[in-house]
């Protein structure tokens, strides 16, 4: 697949697709942005991504980020979809229960809407709507996950909180939210997080989207404690244990967790990586069933998961630590937020 991907690099370097805005999407109750990458030669029945941005950033801001819409989408033939927010230090809402419910409005609808939107002018596949995103997208993938199974088929979530962590915070940004769940301390067992995702959709019977969750250990911006709720979560609701660990996968230092057959839930936790755990677009893709043999991923497996580390953004690694590390600290003297 690596090679793959490379050769097909090379050959679609000049029909890249670009990230254009949509306004009139549909039902828009928090006022928040589309943006959408669709390459000009999609297959019938594409799939989608959704890809949320962190606090402080933008769709712009995302899709530079990762390689989802700016080179993936073309090589692969899928829609990726970049929805964007300026309120609350531009962080999802995660706290209300507008956001929080089925149908209930604020952001959670209007992304929603979005993919119907996408759905419906490109025909795209209903069955293969994905989610993604990093810290507060990644909250935000929880959010979308919990409220709208129907809707999503799995998501990859970098850097996340479980569904309905900051439910009832004043706010879902570093600032104004309640920081208890950035700081580990809510705690509950699987059940009462599952509870608290099947009231988001009462009546809802039919399936949750396959979960795969990852987390730095040395995350001081949203505690590992989190990663643990989170597989708490998703593992009860899918009812799936814990069956066993895989050292160094996808990557040096990596863990996987695999819950059940590993088909539903899978948890990477990365030894001494911090808030920023780079997007391994490649074991995402495999696990939306995208790439990979359309299997759902490859728990466990010394297939395409164990594929090197590749990087994600193109400045070598070490400056983008750097760049990184002077935001963060920039962010905390100024007040303002960068919450990557
Ligand atoms: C599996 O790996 C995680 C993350 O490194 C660790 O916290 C956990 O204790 C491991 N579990 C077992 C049974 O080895």
């Known amino acids: 697949m690596q090679y793959g991907l490379t050769g097909l690099f090379v050959a679609s370097l000049a029909s890249a697709a670009s990230l254009v805005q949509v306004t009139n999407f549909g039902a828009n109750p928090s006022n928040i942005q589309m943006y959408i990458a669709a390459p000009a030669n999609l297959p019938a029945n594409p799939a989608i991504i959704v890809a949320m941005h962190p606090c402080g950033g933008s769709a712009q801001q995302y899709y530079n980020e990762n390689k989802f819409g700016r080179q993936l989408a073309d090589e692969l033939g899928f829609i990726a979809i970049y929805p964007g927010t300026t309120k609350d230090f531009n962080c999802w809402d995660a706290a209300t229960s507008a956001s929080l419910t089925h149908n209930g409005g604020s952001d959670s609808q209007g992304i929603v809407n979005m993919v119907r939107y996408a759905l419906d002018k490109y025909g795209a596949d209903p069955a293969r709507v994905f989610l993604t995103g990093s ?53 509950k067992t699987g059940a ?100 990979g043999g359309g299997s759902g991923g490859s728990p466990g497996g010394p297939t395409s998961t164990t594929t090197p580390p590749r990087p994600t953004t193109s400045s070598p690694l070490p400056i983008r630590a750097l760049l990184l590390a002077a935001q963060l600290k920039l962010a905390m003297d100024s007040k303002s937020i960068i919450w990557l």
Request: glycine share 12%; net charge negative.
């Open 135 to 187: 810290s507060s997208g990644a909250i935000m993938t929880n959010v979308l996950a919990g409220a709208y199974p129907d809707v999503f088929a799995a998501g990859a979530v970098f850097s996340g909180m479980p569904y309905g962590c900051l439910a009832g915070s004043p706010g879902s940004s570093p600032i104004s939210a309640d920081p208890a769940c950035a700081n580990g301390q809510k705690v």
């Open 192 to 291: 009462e997080w599952a509870t608290q995702v099947k009231a988001a959709y009462p009546g809802y019977s039919g399936k949750y989207p396959r979960m795969q969750l990852w987390h730095g250990t040395a995350d001081f911006v949203i505690q590992y404690q989190d990663l643990v709720e989170e597989v708490k979560q998703w593992s009860t609701v899918h009812g799936v244990a814990f069956a066993r660990n895989v050292t160094n996968s996808p990557q040096s230092g990596y863990t996987q967790m695999v819950y059940g057959d590993g088909t539903q839930v899978v948890a990477y936790s990365g030894a001494g990586v911090g808030h920023y755990v780079p997007t391994n677009e490649q074991v995402v893709l495999d696990w939306f069933g995208i790439t």
